[in-house]
């Protein structure tokens, strides 16, 4: 086995978002919490400079997942966020 954030387990990203992303944050666990760009990890990078984690809403790559609001029904389309990463 190889080696894991040790942060994996409180991570707010996942555990906010994996009930409803489950598929792509098991792509970013595996190529960031347990993968080979843990150290590229920009929520990591934060908690370890500030002692604090990032917004919950803040992806590995460090970019931020943005919800849809315009005119439509912020709480159905929220439900499904998109999850998109650096490719
Ligand atoms: S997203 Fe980053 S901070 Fe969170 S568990 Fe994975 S490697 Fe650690």
Do not use: V
């Not at 409803?20 to 920009?42: H, S, W």
Request: proline residues 8%; charged residues 20%.
């Amino acid at each position: 086995m190889g080696q894991e954030c040790e942060f994996l387990a409180e991570c707010g990203l996942f555990t906010k978002h994996q009930p409803t992303n489950d598929l792509a944050c098991q792509g970013f666990i595996k190529m960031y919490c347990q993968g080979p760009k843990m150290g590229e990890c920009r929520r990591l990078e934060h908690r370890l400079q500030n002692g604090m984690p990032p917004s919950d809403d803040m992806l590995p790559s460090g970019n931020m997942l943005l919800f849809k609001s315009e005119d439509e029904n912020l709480s159905q389309r929220s439900a499904s966020p998109s999850l998109t990463g650096p490719g």
